[in-house]
């Protein structure tokens, strides 16, 4: 039989770990509403179709080579 403070201490853990899986869908949602932006032209100032410059886009933003 588990004591009072082992069931809060389970409680706490799956909390702790429901909270950090909604912070990683949330900057994954973040992130594909962003490549949508950049896709669609609405970042940048680039057009929609210009693929190597939404690819220099996206390498300046996160400083890595294209």
Sequence with gaps: MESGREVIAQDEGAETA????FRTARRTLA???AMA???KG???GIGSRDMKAQ???IAGLFQITA
């Design 31 to 33: 992130g594909h509403e």
């Design 55 to 57: 690819a220099a886009c």
């Design 37 to 39: 932006m950049v896709r």
């Design 42 to 44: 609405q970042v940048c």
């Design 18 to 21: 429901m909270m950090a899986s």
